[in-house]
């Protein structure tokens, strides 16, 4: 095997993530916002990584691989309205990767060495929606 004592594990160096929120007493009902963003670096890389790299170059082009392992940057958002006895109820319109950024995720191998096929895993597309809450 390939001794990677003292090397990286495909984590990142940093993540951070820095979150803000509001409210608004309306009188009746509460408004509200959130927002997050979040930071992490590039994935940092082994000898284990590069082995597995080499062996199944002749099935994958990496140049249009360069987005992974990249640094990533995610922003989510969410606006809503509290109200009813003791704020109840609420409705919310929500986004996730709501600059729709779109990443490289992880090189999966599994089926590389009896197929040929190994296969890139993506990050979530932009996702929104809306909430409807109800607290007992």
Same mark, same amino acid.
Request: glycine letters at 10%; zero cysteines.
């Given at each position: 095997g390939i001794d990677i004592s *003292? /090397?990286?594990t *495909?984590?990142?160096s940093f993540r951070g993530i820095l979150g803000a929120h509001?409210?608004?007493d309306t009188g009746s009902g509460a408004l509200f916002a959130d927002v997050s963003y979040s930071y992490t670096t590039h /994935? @940092?890389?082994?000898d284990?990584?590069?082995f597995t790299d080499a062996a199944i170059a002749p099935f994958v082009d990496f140049s249009q691989l360069g987005r992974l392992r990249s640094a990533r940057n995610i922003m989510n958002a969410k606006i809503g309205y509290r109200f009813g006895e003791d704020h @109840?109820?609420?409705i919310a319109a929500y986004a996730e990767n709501l600059l729709n950024k779109k990443?490289?995720?992880t090189l999966n191998t599994i089926s590389a060495d009896v197929f040929q096929t190994p296969y890139v895993r993506r990050d979530r597309p932009a996702f929104y929606g809306v909430e409807l809450g109800f607290k007992f």
């Open positions: *003292g /090397q990286p *495909g984590e990142p509001y409210l608004h /994935q @940092r890389i082994n284990a990584v590069r @109840r109820f609420s990443y490289l995720r």
